[in-house]
């Protein structure tokens, strides 16, 4: 060691020492009489002497260590005179009530966490070099301490509840000094000095002096110990039965209440056999030691409880001192009273227990929740026989109640049922379902104690035999009404048309001079690049004007190149670089890998060599403005930026030569004229609902969103009666943050979509939401009730569609067939949804700028049980909330950048209950396999296959891999996932099939599988072989690496419910192949093909969508012949470079309504027969020869609208 270590050492000891030194002058100082008194004064004199002189000593002084040495020779003197005289301190009176002016209870507990620290840091030196280290066998110290320990526990619990101190009291805390102070003395007594000489006790005499010591004066095996124990506890009892309270309820009564439980559960452990009783009790002390452990595990939780808790700890603490009795009469009376006190403990236990889970429960919950549980008794039944054969016949029960109230709530999500009262019991149902799945796996995991678990089931069975009863008695009063002719709104007119306007495109009202004004700016006036800034608050219109502008058709001629993007609250540079690159068409897979430096300088060198127009919408800082603007080159070309912002120093900072507009507020025409249209459409307002209408108008403020809102909930009804009680429900203004009127809407939401619509706050702000992504989401969630005559995505679509009917929810894309593909929310409702989601207990957000560690405390993981959890941070936020998470029912993680988790499994341990994981931005080094209630797994992997243990994740409904670039080998054991309704896999994810067809045909079928997404297939006879134990199939997409042989054909016609279907050639063929596809598919895409005549498809009787996308023509040549495709719709052919020429024969397409045509640049001319479909709304060309084809798209559009006065039809070039 190095010499400043070993003068620290030396000084370390004589501390440890004076310590020791200290608790003997403790000790003497509390005896009635001193029969050491020349020994006490020398060592009070010492005591004062050497803390003085090692406070003045210096390290580096000469006469350092000959002041050591002294210093410590003086202390073995004394220490030997001590020795010498030495005895178990006898106190004859109980401690006074204080000392000094401080009370015995603070004194006290001090005083013994002294000793228990002095040696914990005994035990701490493992280094034989120093000073410090104590040599021999430590198992003796070891017990002490750790006896200690338990006993300090007991007193801190004894002495925060020790207000007016009894005799008792005193007797307990003389009682733990004198021991705790004499097991000091017996450790420090027989210690070696720094010479490491003899001593008058060997260990062997030491350890014998500890064993008696912890035998006679420190267990509760000799009489007056325990009674010291139980008398203490008993007035504690009589305290707290007469109304006592702590003062404060904190984590340091929850944690001397855990100690306290520590040390029962100790003493419990330590019970001595006590001949044939021990047999008796064994049973018993198992249920006392799980129950006391479950209420050690809970305590954060139970603070609401601390009355009945409080005494049933002390209770507890009572019978187990008591069982240290070993007189046989009374041993007999304890196994008496035994079962007696267990039911004691469990009637205070259960109610807490219960009243825990379901305080923390949502308040709100999806109405497919008792779908799944039932579909999952019966597994759970089957896998776990064993753990729950004791409760086989109350589940049986509970599950026929539950199937009795299933056309109940299916007609309550159809809403037939709109009463308060019938809704809330509907809830109250689902909510008991939630219960019953917890029950289920506690029984499993055994967390609770199984008595309290039994008594929870009875009482869940009368709950819901009684709700069921309520049910009835309801439907009587309130029978099932039908919607069609009750509420057509909800029916039909809240479900968006598919033909309703795009969202690009839709109607503005109220800003056309505005609009006027801003066109000009945009297309006229000076070369200088300019900044157009539009500022308003949040729900004024900005982004809709904004929007308008950008996609106005004369100033979308004016530019070269466009872009958008939207900056909001979550800043990240790289990401706003690559979204204005991408729509510069900058797109390809290098870009993406550049770092944000490099992206700045190519965004700016792009920026010099063309006319750009960029929208960037919602700027929350000037600094984000002074970030991006360096990139944006001006040339002097008549560039334009377009800016919407709430803040004005923004829009200052910004400014270049327009000044930034302020958003005016509607005027009251401009609102009325805006409900109107939203609740309306084209359609007139009947004169007794105008006057009304006009003064709800007037209450929104001439908040556009706000008007909006109020007209998702006036479309209801368009009465009267109705509106004048919206009218009075909105009160007399609404203020201007439209918060009222979004909270008036959500009152007004029927009780089933408010889970979907508060599920928007688990996404990000401003970003365009995956229809097919969210509805996975609800459907795992439970939020969808199934529906016999519809798939459950085609309800949640209904679901979405009554959102969006409600204004409530914003489309952002549709597809070609007109459903809606990617969604969005306004941010004044997505803040909303945080708020309200995390006050009903449905959804917790947590974001980056919020604490990586839970608040303690706050979010325990009982108080997180069915929780979500929706992370937009890093990987870490993860990995620190695990902890309390349980009990969490799911977990989206999202952030901007990908990272990679490790270690997966053990983290991902702790969320055993989860029921929906999404780490889409995830890396994972291993799939979790232990998971059981999984119903939705979404994840990221670089690994180059599947575990096949992923078939352990039994429940899972929805499968999302995503691969790193590299091909991912799929098991065999997915064909043991019976519940896969939806599995998707990166584009370069294979099934092995050469050598493993025997096991493929033998293995089960994927009966409920709908939608496959993206495998490779080798080639087309493997793509059957596999796709043929998927015979369910609605939505397939794949590619074929290769056909086989000189003729090939791809042949799905046995996939009868097949509605959609994409498939991707890695090559094309050298002669084109057939297809034989069902008669039910809708919509068909093929890419990289070879297509001969096409007559196989074109005659699909049920094909309205066709994408041909680099598809090669033979002889350059397509011919549609008469009557062919008969229900397309729609039409696109894109990226083929040999299509020349096309010929349509009369009465082919005769539904048609969208033609677009990408990147056809040899096609020559347009057949005029499309001028002759009625039906046709608009034709779209984009990078086209366009002059090739002008001539005959004039044509077309003369006959379209001048001769058949087809107003609306539109050729569109982008």
Same mark, same amino acid.
């Given at each position: 060691?190095?010499?400043?270590?070993?003068?620290?050492?030396?000084?370390?000891?004589?501390?440890?020492?004076?310590?020791?030194?200290?608790?003997?002058?403790?000790?003497?100082?509390?005896?009635?009489?001193?029969?050491?008194?020349?020994?006490?004064?020398?060592?009070?004199?010492?005591?004062?002497?050497?803390?003085? @002189?090692?406070?003045?000593?210096?390290?580096?002084?000469?006469?350092?260590?000959?002041?050591?040495?002294?210093?410590?020779?003086?202390?073995?003197?004394?220490?030997?005179?001590?020795?010498?005289?030495?005895?178990?301190?006898?106190?004859?009176?109980?401690?006074?009530?204080?000392?000094?002016?401080?009370?015995?209870?603070?004194?006290?507990?001090?005083?013994?966490?002294?000793?228990?620290?002095?040696?914990?840091?005994?035990?701490?030196?493992?280094?034989?070099?120093?000073?410090?280290?104590?040599?021999?066998?430590?198992?003796?110290?070891?017990?002490?301490?750790?006896?200690?320990?338990?006993?300090?526990?007991?007193?801190?619990?004894?002495?925060?509840?020790?207000?007016?101190?009894?005799?008792?009291?005193?007797?307990?805390?003389?009682?733990?000094?004198?021991?705790?102070?004499?097991?000091?003395?017996?450790?420090?007594?027989?210690?070696?000095?720094?010479?490491?000489?003899?001593?008058?006790?060997?260990?062997?005499?030491?350890?014998?002096?500890?064993?008696?010591?912890?035998?006679?004066?420190?267990?509760?095996?000799?009489?007056?110990?325990?009674?010291?124990?139980?008398?203490?506890?008993?007035?504690?009892?009589?305290?707290?039965?007469?109304?006592?309270?702590?003062?404060?309820?904190?984590?340091?009564?929850?944690?001397?209440?855990?100690?306290?439980?520590?040390?029962?559960?100790?003493?419990?452990?330590?019970?001595?056999?006590?001949?044939?009783?021990?047999?008796?009790?064994?049973?018993?002390?198992?249920?006392?030691?799980?129950?006391?452990?479950?209420?050690?595990?809970?305590?954060?939780?139970?603070?609401?409880?601390?009355? =009945?808790?409080?005494?049933?700890?002390? $209770?507890?603490?009572?019978?187990?001192?008591?069982?240290?009795?070993?007189?046989?009469?009374?041993?007999?009376?304890?196994?008496?009273?035994?079962?007696?006190?267990?039911?004691?403990?469990?009637?205070?236990?259960?109610?807490?227990?219960?009243?825990?889970?379901?305080?923390?429960?949502?308040?709100?919950?999806?109405?497919?929740?008792?779908?799944?549980?039932?579909?999952?008794?019966?597994?759970?039944?089957?896998?776990?026989?064993?753990?729950?054969?004791?409760?086989?016949?109350?589940?049986?029960?509970?599950?026929?109640?539950?199937?009795?109230?299933?056309?109940?709530?299916?007609?309550?999500?159809?809403?037939?049922?709109?009463?308060?009262?019938?809704?809330?019991?509907?809830?109250?149902?689902?909510?008991?379902?939630?219960?019953?799945?917890?029950?289920? $796996?506690?029984?499993?995991?055994?967390?609770?104690?199984?008595?309290?678990?039994?008594?929870?089931?009875?009482?869940?069975?009368?709950?819901?035999?009684?709700?069921?009863?309520?049910? =009835?008695?309801?439907?009587?009063?309130?029978?099932?009404?039908?919607?069609?002719?009750?509420?057509?709104?909800?029916?039909?007119?809240?479900?968006?048309?598919?033909?309703?306007?795009?969202?690009?495109?839709?109607?503005?009202?109220?800003?056309?001079?505005?609009?006027?004004?801003?066109?000009?700016?945009?297309?006229?006036?000076?070369?200088?690049?300019?900044?157009?800034?539009?500022?308003?608050?949040?729900?004024?219109?900005?982004?809709?004007?904004?929007?308008?502008?950008?996609?106005?058709?004369?100033?979308?001629?004016?530019?070269?190149?466009?872009?958008?993007?939207?900056?909001?609250?979550?800043?990240?540079?790289?990401?706003?670089?690559?979204?204005?690159?991408?729509?510069?068409?900058?797109?390809?897979?290098?870009?993406?890998?550049?770092?944000?430096?490099?992206?700045?300088?190519?965004?700016?060198?792009?920026?010099?060599?063309?006319?750009?127009?960029?929208?960037?919408?919602?700027?929350?800082?000037?600094?984000?403005?002074?970030?991006?603007?360096?990139?944006?080159?001006?040339?002097?070309?008549?560039?334009?930026?377009?800016?919407?912002?709430?803040?004005?120093?923004?829009?200052?900072?910004?400014?270049?030569?327009?000044?930034?507009?302020?958003?005016?507020?509607?005027?009251?025409?401009?609102?009325?004229?805006?409900?109107?249209?939203?609740?309306?459409?084209?359609?007139?307002?009947?004169?007794?609902?105008?006057?009304?209408?006009?003064?709800?108008?007037?209450?929104?403020?001439?908040?556009?969103?706000?008007?909006?809102?109020?007209?998702?909930?006036?479309?209801?009804?368009?009465?009267?009666?109705?509106? *004048?009680?919206?009218?009075?429900?909105?009160?007399?203004?609404?203020?201007?943050?439209?918060?009222?009127?979004?909270?008036?809407?959500?009152?007004?939401?029927?009780?089933?979509?408010?889970?979907?619509?508060?599920?928007?706050?688990?996404?990000?702000?401003?970003?365009?939401?995956?229809?097919?992504?969210?509805?996975?989401?609800?459907?795992?969630?439970?939020?969808?009730?199934?529906?016999?005559?519809?798939?459950?995505?085609?309800?949640?679509?209904?679901?979405?569609?009554?959102?969006?009917?409600?204004?409530?929810?914003?489309?952002?894309?549709?597809?070609?067939?007109?459903?809606?593909? @990617?969604?969005?929310?306004?941010?004044?409702?997505?803040?909303?949804?945080?708020?309200?989601?995390?006050?009903?207990?449905?959804?917790?957000?947590?974001?980056?700028?919020?604490?990586?560690?839970?608040?303690?405390?706050?979010?325990?993981?009982?108080?997180?049980?069915?929780?979500?959890?929706?992370?937009?941070?890093?990987?870490?936020?993860?990995?620190?909330?695990?902890?309390?998470?349980?009990?969490?029912?799911?977990?989206?993680?999202?952030?901007?950048?990908?990272?990679?988790?490790?270690?997966?499994?053990?983290?991902?341990?702790?969320?055993?209950?989860?029921?929906?994981?999404?780490?889409?931005?995830?890396?994972?080094?291993?799939?979790?396999?232990?998971?059981?209630?999984?119903?939705?797994?979404?994840?990221?992997?670089?690994?180059?296959?599947?575990?096949?243990?992923?078939?352990?994740?039994?429940?899972?409904?929805?499968?999302?891999?995503?691969?790193?670039?590299?091909?991912?080998?799929?098991?065999?054991?997915?064909?043991?996932?019976?519940?896969?309704?939806?599995?998707?896999?990166?584009?370069?994810?294979?099934?092995?099939?050469?050598?493993?067809?025997?096991?493929?045909?033998?293995?089960?079928?994927?009966?409920?599988?709908?939608?496959?997404?993206?495998?490779?297939?080798?080639?087309?006879?493997?793509?059957?072989?596999?796709?043929?134990?998927?015979?369910?199939?609605?939505?397939?997409?794949?590619?074929?690496?290769?056909?086989?042989?000189?003729?090939?054909?791809?042949?799905?016609?046995?996939?009868?419910?097949?509605?959609?279907?994409?498939?991707?050639?890695?090559?094309?063929?050298?002669?084109?192949?057939?297809?034989?596809?069902?008669?039910?598919?809708?919509?068909?895409?093929?890419?990289?093909?070879?297509?001969?005549?096409?007559?196989?498809?074109?005659?699909?009787?049920?094909?309205?969508?066709?994408?041909?996308?680099?598809?090669?023509?033979?002889? *350059?040549?397509?011919?549609?012949?008469?009557?062919?495709?008969?229900?397309?719709?729609?039409?696109?052919?894109?990226?083929? =470079?040999?299509?020349?020429?096309?010929?349509?024969?009369?009465?082919?397409?005769?539904?048609?309504?969208?033609?677009?045509?990408?990147?056809?640049?040899?096609?020559?001319?347009?057949?005029?027969?499309?001028?002759?479909?009625?039906?046709?709304?608009?034709?779209?060309?984009?990078?086209?020869?366009?002059?090739?084809?002008?001539?005959?798209?004039?044509?077309?559009?003369?006959?379209?609208?001048?001769?058949?006065?087809?107003?609306?039809?539109?050729?569109?070039?982008?």
């Amino acid at each position: 060691m190095f010499p400043l270590e070993v003068a620290k050492d030396q000084i370390e000891f004589l501390e440890r020492e004076l310590k020791f030194l200290d608790i003997f002058l403790n000790l003497q100082s509390s005896k009635a009489e001193c029969d050491t008194l020349d020994v006490t004064q020398k060592a009070q004199a010492l005591l004062h002497d050497t803390r003085v @002189a090692l406070s003045t000593l210096n390290l580096t002084s000469p006469n350092f260590y000959p002041s050591i040495y002294q210093m410590e020779d003086d202390i073995r003197l004394i220490k030997s005179e001590i020795r010498a005289n030495y005895s178990f301190p006898k106190i004859s009176l109980p401690l006074s009530a204080s000392k000094n002016g401080v009370a015995i209870s603070e004194i006290v507990p001090e005083f013994i966490g002294t000793v228990v620290c002095i040696l914990s840091d005994l035990l701490s030196i493992y280094d034989g070099r120093s000073v410090l280290f104590v040599p021999g066998p430590m198992e003796q110290i070891v017990e002490v301490l750790e006896e200690l320990k338990s006993l300090r526990a007991f007193v801190c619990f004894v002495a925060k509840r020790c207000k007016e101190p009894q005799s008792c009291h005193h007797d307990f805390f003389t009682h733990i000094f004198v021991v705790a102070g004499h097991a000091a003395m017996l450790v420090w007594l027989s210690l070696p000095g720094t010479d490491n000489g003899t001593q008058d006790l060997a260990s062997g005499g030491m350890n014998a002096l500890l064993s008696d010591h912890l035998r006679m004066r420190i267990k509760p095996i000799e009489p007056s110990i325990r009674k010291i124990y139980v008398d203490v506890l008993q007035a504690l009892k009589s305290t707290s039965q007469s109304g006592w309270r702590p003062d404060i309820l904190n984590e340091n009564t929850t944690n001397s209440e855990a100690g306290f439980l520590e040390t029962v559960l100790h003493n419990l452990v330590e019970l001595p056999t006590i001949g044939n009783a021990t047999v008796a009790l064994k049973d018993e002390t198992s249920n006392l030691q799980e129950m006391l452990n479950f209420l050690r595990a809970n305590l954060p939780c139970i603070e609401s409880h601390f009355e =009945d808790l409080h005494i049933m700890i002390i $209770d507890a603490g009572i019978l187990v001192y008591s069982l240290y009795d070993v007189a046989s009469a009374k041993v007999n009376q304890a196994l008496l009273d035994f079962p007696g006190n267990i039911q004691h403990f469990n009637t205070l236990v259960y109610p807490i227990v219960q009243k825990i889970f379901q305080s923390n429960l949502p308040r709100i919950h999806g109405i497919g929740y008792v779908d799944f549980l039932l579909s999952n008794l019966n597994e759970f039944q089957g896998r776990y026989s064993k753990s729950l054969v004791s409760i086989k016949n109350q589940l049986q029960i509970i599950q026929n109640e539950l199937e009795s109230v299933q056309p109940f709530l299916k007609d309550v999500a159809k809403e037939l049922h709109k009463h308060h009262q019938v809704q809330h019991l509907a809830q109250l149902v689902i909510g008991t379902a939630y219960e019953v799945e917890y029950i289920v $796996d506690s029984f499993i995991s055994k967390e609770v104690p199984e008595c309290c678990l039994e008594r929870w089931l009875v009482d869940i069975i009368e709950e819901i035999k009684l709700n069921s009863a309520k049910i =009835d008695i309801e439907l009587k009063k309130t029978p099932a009404v039908d919607i069609a002719l009750h509420d057509p709104v909800d029916a039909a007119a809240a479900h968006t048309s598919s033909e309703s306007t795009s969202p690009k495109n839709e109607e503005i009202v109220g800003f056309d001079h505005i609009i006027s004004e801003l066109r000009k700016k945009l297309t006229k006036g000076s070369q200088q690049l300019d900044v157009i800034s539009i500022v308003g608050m949040g729900g004024q219109g900005k982004t809709t004007l904004a929007n308008k502008l950008f996609n106005d058709d004369s100033v979308k001629s004016r530019f070269d190149s466009r872009a958008q993007c939207c900056v909001s609250q979550e800043y990240s540079c790289r990401s706003i670089l690559l979204a204005i690159l991408r729509d510069f068409s900058c797109d390809d897979p290098a870009t993406s890998e550049l770092s944000t430096e490099d992206l700045r300088d190519k965004l700016q060198k792009v920026c010099k060599v063309k006319r750009y127009l960029i929208l960037i919408d919602d700027i929350w800082e000037a600094s984000v403005w002074e970030d991006l603007q360096p990139c944006f080159a001006d040339v002097k070309n008549g560039s334009r930026i377009i800016l919407t912002t709430r803040q004005v120093e923004v829009a200052n900072s910004a400014r270049i030569s327009c000044e930034p507009f302020h958003l005016p507020m509607f005027k009251e025409d401009e609102s009325w004229k805006l409900l109107k249209v939203k609740v309306f459409g084209k359609e007139g307002c009947s004169p007794d609902l105008e006057k009304v209408g006009l003064e709800i108008a007037k209450k929104c403020a001439g908040l556009p969103l706000s008007i909006v809102l109020v007209a998702g909930i006036l479309a209801k009804e368009k009465n009267e009666r109705y509106w *004048r009680q919206v009218a009075k429900n909105l009160g007399s203004h609404i203020q201007s943050d439209a918060k009222a009127v979004i909270e008036h809407s959500y009152k007004h939401l029927p009780h089933h979509l408010k889970p979907c619509f508060l599920y928007f706050g688990a996404f990000s702000e401003d970003k365009t939401i995956n229809v097919s992504d969210l509805t996975c989401l609800w459907i795992a969630e439970g939020f969808i009730k199934i529906d016999k005559e519809k798939s459950l995505e085609d309800v949640a679509s209904d679901y979405l569609e009554n959102l969006i009917g409600r204004n409530l929810v914003k489309i952002a894309k549709r597809s070609s067939d007109g459903k809606v593909k @990617a969604c969005q929310i306004h941010d004044l409702l997505l803040d909303f949804c945080k708020e309200t989601a995390e006050q009903e207990k449905l959804l917790l957000c947590i974001d980056r700028y919020q604490s990586a560690n839970p608040p303690p405390g706050i979010y325990s993981h009982r108080q997180l049980a069915q929780r979500r959890l929706s992370i937009y941070a890093d990987k870490n936020y993860l990995a620190k909330w695990s902890s309390s998470c349980s009990l969490v029912g799911s977990v989206l993680c999202r952030d901007d950048i990908i990272e990679y988790l490790s270690p997966t499994s053990r983290i991902l341990q702790k969320f055993k209950f989860l029921k929906v994981l999404d780490l889409k931005f995830i890396v994972v080094d291993s799939f979790p396999t232990e998971l059981f209630y999984l119903r939705y797994f979404a994840v990221r992997t670089a690994k180059k296959s599947i575990t096949s243990c992923i078939s352990n994740l039994w429940n899972l409904g929805t499968l999302i891999v995503i691969g790193e670039g590299t091909d991912l080998s799929l098991p065999f054991t997915l064909w043991k996932m019976s519940k896969l309704r939806i599995l998707h896999i990166c584009d370069n994810a294979y099934f092995t099939i050469s050598g493993a067809e025997e096991l493929l045909e033998n293995s089960s079928n994927l009966d409920n599988l709908e939608t496959l997404s993206c495998p490779c297939f080798s080639c087309a006879e493997d793509a059957e072989f596999v796709l043929g134990k998927m015979p369910n199939i609605r939505n397939l997409r794949c590619s074929i690496k290769y056909p086989k042989g000189n003729f090939w054909v791809l042949q799905l016609e046995f996939l009868a419910q097949l509605k959609t279907l994409k498939v991707h050639f890695d090559v094309h063929s050298a002669i084109a192949g057939a297809y034989i596809f069902p008669s039910s598919l809708n919509k068909l895409t093929l890419s990289t093909i070879s297509w001969g005549t096409g007559s196989e498809i074109a005659m699909l009787p049920n094909l309205q969508v066709l994408k041909l996308v680099n598809v090669k023509f033979d002889k *350059r040549e397509w011919t549609v012949n008469d009557n062919e495709f008969p229900k397309l719709k729609v039409l696109k052919v894109v990226n083929s =470079d040999n299509f020349k020429e096309w010929n349509v024969l009369d009465d082919a397409f005769p539904c048609l309504e969208h033609l677009t045509l990408h990147k056809c640049q040899y096609l020559k001319e347009i057949p005029s027969w499309f001028a002759e479909i009625a039906s046709l709304k608009f034709v779209r060309v984009r990078s086209c020869n366009v002059a090739a084809l002008v001539a005959s798209l004039k044509e077309i559009r003369t006959m379209q609208v001048e001769d058949y006065q087809r107003s609306e039809f539109q050729i569109i070039f982008d």
